[in-house]
């Protein structure tokens, strides 16, 4: 493979959450000395999630969950993505304490580190497994579990606050077991980047994500603007608390913590039978 220096601007995907335009605010505006230009699309990580496994644009933000399909095309950077503590998803319910045995249970992906924390806290504490899985939007997850549509629901984000608005109990805390049973963070969102490039490019691009966002955090009022433009009227005070609970250490570097979680997630959920294995040397970087 023959390295490239990229000519054309890179086509990016990634979120318009606050922790992505945050991280990214220095890079896609120019100020990061000697970084490839971008091209960015803004898109929800479903979305950018089936652009991986399409094998569409250079560099794309997606759930770690996705990696196991995609990381003969991609290479995952060491930086750039967004790991976590106290933020992982909840099973909610009607009533407090409901056996989840055989039950009908909503989420919104099939292809995110939600579900997989999901169904390893089920192969753990739910004997004989949960009943049927339905995928639907997330907006329409509270309302069905509601309305009795479905027996328990799956919810991330900002519905840890929302849900008792739906007259919901939380069952379980996602991330809290996964916290519990190893002790590392949660891999949410990964940065990852065709093979293709060459590992030259490869390099450059982690060292410019890497740069982008220690300049943010050095500067964090340069990034507001382009933070709040895209943050769908969110107040200024939640996009930093957003920014504070998903910008962290494992940002500027995955570290042995972060790779140690990355591959304790996708090898339990390999072993449950719910991702392929991975390679031996699947999250190494040039």
């Known amino acids: 493979m023959t390295d490239r220096t990229p000519a054309a601007p890179l086509k990016i995907a990634y979120s318009p959450c606050p922790n ?14 000697g970084a490839p230009a971008l091209d960015v699309t803004f898109a929800d990580i479903d979305i950018t999630n089936g652009m991986a496994e399409r094998g569409e644009y250079d560099v794309l933000k997606v759930s770690y969950a996705v990696l196991p399909w995609v990381l003969e095309e991609y290479a995952l950077l060491p930086c750039g993505g967004a790991l976590g503590r106290g933020c992982g998803p909840l099973v909610l319910t009607r009533e407090p304490g409901t056996d989840l045995r055989g039950k009908t249970v909503a989420v919104p992906s099939e292809k995110s ?23 639907m ?9 509601r309305d ?5 629901g799956l919810v991330i984000h ?19 077991h996964w916290e519990l049973t190893t002790g590392l963070p949660i891999p949410l969102g990964a940065i990852i980047a065709k093979r293709s490039l060459g590992a030259e490019t ?11 966002v220690r300049m943010a955090w050095d500067d964090p009022e340069a990034s507001r603007p382009y933070v709040l433009e895209h943050a ?4 200024p005070a939640v996009a930093d608390q957003h920014i504070g609970l998903y910008v962290n250490e494992f940002t500027a570097d995955l570290g042995e913590d972060g790779y140690a979680a990355v591959r304790g997630l996708l090898t339990r959920a390999a072993a449950e039978g719910l991702v392929p294995p991975l390679g031996p040397d699947a999250l190494s970087f040039p």
């Open 158 to 176: 900002e519905a840890r606050f929302t849900y008792q608005n739906y007259g919901l109990h939380s069952l379980a805390d996602m991330g809290e």
């Open 20 to 33: 992505d335009t945050f991280v990214f605010d220095a890079w896609a505006h120019g100020r990061v000395p």
């Open 202 to 212: 490869l390099r450059l691009l982690a060292e410019s994500a890497r740069t982008s």
């Open 232 to 235: 769908q009227e969110m107040d």
């Open 137 to 145: 939007p997330f907006h329409e997850i509270m309302p069905a579990v």
């Open 113 to 135: 580190t939600a579900y997989l924390l999901f169904r390893l806290w089920a192969a753990d504490t739910v004997p004989g497994g949960v009943g049927e899985i339905v995928v």
């Open 148 to 152: 009795g549509k479905v027996d328990a």
